[in-house]
Structures are given as structure tokens and as C-alpha cells.
């Protein structure tokens, strides 16, 4: 008895996969005990979940040549990603002659992980921001050096003001009283000479 089994390449989370099996007897006189296929995934990565089960035989005795064609299609869950895997179980017999119970498992269809493409996506959504944000900053930090600096040269423009106002307001306050004392003596200046 020979076993083929094909299966979608890869798939996304709430999408459907396709497994299709072929069992083609290739001998006289084979009885199959039973033939049972699991599909199954990973919640989260780490916690084995059925998909489907399925009895395919049971108590079957083939023909010669006899290929029977199987074709299953199974949704993945929301929350299963990376490898699914098919399980086959059976037991068969050839005339006289008895096999041992298969236990064959291998992987089968690639669920890509939506939810950490996702944390990926915006990752780099926020790395772009960051880069932005960063370069923004960095110029707002030049244009405030800048503006420090000429502030602080007006500053001291306003201080040199400050003190050119203040000596004009001496200058302007001396020449008063100069003007006023000039005034006064002139006004009291004896009228007789002697």
C-alpha cells in the first residue's frame, strides 16, 4: 500500500487549507484494519490544536491497483500559525502477513503569523516616526541655539540702550539745572552798580 498526501504551501490565520490524499494499493489480498488522518496546528505557536479528524478506513479490504482519492478542506483557526501538520494512524494487513500500527506525522502547510507581521508593520511604523520625530527635534534644538544666541546679543544691545538712556537722562538733568541756575542769576543780578 503506498500513501501520497499534498497539501496547500502556505496560508493565513481564518483561511482555508487543502490536504488531499491518495491511497493506492499495490498488492493482493490487503485488509485495512483502520486509516485515520488529524490535521492539526498551533494556538499561539505553542499549544497543539486539532483542525480535523478523520476516519478514512476502517475494516476495508483493497484491490489491486485501487487508488482512492481523499480531499479535505480545513479552516485554519484565527489564533494558529506556523506549521500545521497531518497525522496518519493505520494498520493494515497482506494476506497472511500483518504490519505494525504507523504513526506517521509530518508537516504539512505554512500559516504565516499575521499578528506578529502585524507588531512587525508597526514596528517600523514607529521607527519611522521615531526617526522623524528625532530629526524634528534635533532641528527645533539648532533653531533654538540660534535663537539663544541673538537674544543674548540683543540683551546686550538692550543694556548698552539702558546705559546710553541713562546718561542722556544726566545729561538732560545737568543742562536743566545749568539752565535754571544760569536763569536765576541772570533774573537776580544787582540793578545798581556802585
Not at 88 to 111: G, N, Q, R
Not at 126 to 139: E, G, I, M
Not at 152 to 161: M, Q
Request: glycine content about 4%.
Amino acid at each position: 500500500m503506498s500513501v501520497r498526501v499534498d497539501a496547500t504551501r502556505e496560508t493565513v490565520p481564518g483561511e482555508n487549507m487543502t490536504v488531499e490524499l491518495w491511497v493506492n494499493c499495490t498488492s493482493d489480498g490487503v485488509h485495512v484494519d483502520y486509516f485515520n488522518l488529524s490535521i492539526y496546528g498551533f494556538r499561539n505557536g505553542t499549544d497543539k490544536t486539532f483542525l480535523a479528524v478523520e476516519s478514512i478506513m476502517n475494516n476495508v479490504s483493497l484491490t489491486y491497483n485501487n487508488l482512492t482519492r481523499y480531499n479535505f478542506t480545513v479552516q485554519v483557526l484565527i489564533d494558529v500559525w506556523d506549521a500545521t501538520f497531518v497525522e496518519l494512524l493505520f494498520k493494515y494487513a497482506i494476506v497472511d502477513w500483518s504490519s505494525p500500527d504507523y504513526d506517521v506525522s509530518f508537516a504539512a502547510t505554512h500559516v504565516r503569523n499575521a499578528y506578529l507581521e502585524d507588531i512587525v508593520s508597526s514596528l517600523s511604523n514607529l521607527t519611522a516616526s521615531y526617526k522623524s520625530l528625532n530629526d524634528s527635534y534635533w532641528q527645533l534644538n539648532q533653531t533654538y541655539g540660534e535663537l539663544q544666541q541673538k537674544y543674548s546679543a540683543l540683551e546686550g544691545s538692550a543694556n548698552e540702550l539702558d546705559n546710553t538712556r541713562r546718561a542722556v537722562a544726566i545729561l538732560v538733568v545737568t543742562t536743566v539745572f545749568f539752565v535754571a541756575t544760569t536763569l536765576y542769576l541772570v533774573l537776580r543780578k544787582p540793578k545798581d552798580y556802585w
